[in-house]
């Protein structure tokens, strides 16, 4: 049986993962998560899981769980996430340092054979070229969010060349579904729009984004974890499709027949970047299909909410 650890396991994409992780017999997952941002109901109901409520940034907590387990993978996924709890919480962001060495240093002593890291867009900071690709575009932002994920993208280099742990760094751009937390803009606007509320955005509403449906990123991470691509690599996992903000709200007015406005709120100071889209050719090349439509996941999420 291949034993599976997923920190961060009781939020969004770490608990989409372990569900289609858990469709198979042969792999046991075990999720880890302090519930900061997670929650106990994503976790799967499956005899080969096991939730454990942890904090990664506690040595003792997180290796009485990877020393007991033995694991031979793992999804580093935990992490301070949110633009304004990131922005308003700089320090809680940097502490996730210390579940980082932790993570790396018993894995390395533990045998784990791969470790997949769950980077962020937020490296590339504001883009001097669109689009952004892994290896071409710089990682110019400052932020503490996105100098602690490109710190951890440091210790997937250095643990492979120091102690050949093998790693592949998945750089996230924004990721939507069903079970995604209320305080995220595709999340926050839908509530809005269901409840014919006034949306609100900061500034005019121009900054480009891409939405990725959940489903896209699970199987294309799901696809090069059993079939060993790319390793010792990073990738972008997101869509290519431009969307501005305003289009967004736009959209999802529409597709919900609401009566909500659309209201502007002042520009945030710091960390809403005005345009992102990835390069996905290595995505594409794994998926060989087109990417979810950002109505086709729109109304996906609807009915997984009964609405």
């Known amino acids: 049986?291949?034993?599976?650890?997923?920190?961060?396991?009781?939020?969004?994409v770490g608990s989409s993962l372990a569900d289609s992780l858990l469709k198979d017999k042969d792999n046991f997952v075990v999720l880890v998560d302090n519930l900061l941002t997670g929650y106990e109901y994503h976790i799967?109901?499956?005899?080969n899981c096991k939730f454990i409520k942890c904090d990664v940034n506690n040595y003792r907590d997180i290796s009485s769980v990877m020393e007991r387990y033995g694991f031979d993978y793992v999804f580093h996924y935990a992490a301070v996430v949110g633009v304004l709890r990131t922005i308003n919480n700089p320090k809680m962001v940097l502490d996730d340092v210390w579940g980082m060495e932790n993570v790396f240093m018993l894995s390395k002593n533990t045998g784990v054979k791969r470790i997949f890291f769950s980077s962020s867009s937020e490296v590339y900071g504001e883009p001097v070229h669109?689009?952004?690709?892994?290896?071409e575009t710089p990682l110019n932002s400052k932020l503490p969010y996105a100098v602690i994920k490109n710190l951890g993208e440091c210790f997937c280099r250095s643990y492979k060349q120091e102690y050949g742990l093998d790693y592949t760094i998945l750089r996230f751009f924004n990721t939507y579904g069903p079970k995604q937390s209320a305080d995220f803009v595709m999340s926050k606007f839908l509530n809005?729009?269901?409840?014919?509320?006034?949306?609100?955005?900061?500034g005019d509403g121009s900054q480009t984004r891409t939405f990725c449906y959940i489903q896209d990123n699970i199987e294309f991470t799901i696809d090069i974890f059993k079939n060993n691509?790319?390793?010792?690599?990073?990738?972008?996992?997101?869509?290519?499709q431009l969307t501005t903000v305003k289009?967004?709200?736009?959209?999802?007015?529409?597709?919900?027949?609401?009566?909500?406005?659309?209201?502007?709120?002042?520009?945030?100071?710091?960390?809403?970047?005005?345009r992102r889209q990835?390069?996905?050719?290595?995505?594409?090349?794994?998926?060989?299909?087109?990417?979810?439509?950002?109505?086709?996941?729109?109304?996906?999420?609807?009915?997984?909410?009964?609405?």
Request: proline letters at 7%.
């Open 44 to 47: 799967p109901k499956s005899e």
């Open 247 to 274: 289009e967004l709200a736009e959209i999802i007015i529409d597709i919900t027949n609401s009566k909500s406005a659309i209201s502007h709120l002042p520009p945030l100071k710091e960390g809403d970047m005005t």
């Open 229 to 240: 691509h790319f390793l010792n690599d990073v990738v972008n996992v997101g869509n290519d």
């Open 1 to 12: 049986m291949t034993k599976i650890l997923i920190t961060g396991g009781a939020g969004f």
């Open 130 to 135: 669109l689009p952004q690709h892994e290896h």
């Open 278 to 307: 990835p390069d996905i050719s290595k995505m594409r090349s794994v998926l060989k299909r087109d990417l979810t439509d950002i109505r086709v996941g729109i109304g996906n999420i609807l009915k997984a909410w009964g609405k």
């Open 192 to 202: 809005f729009a269901l409840r014919n509320e006034p949306i609100p955005i900061y």
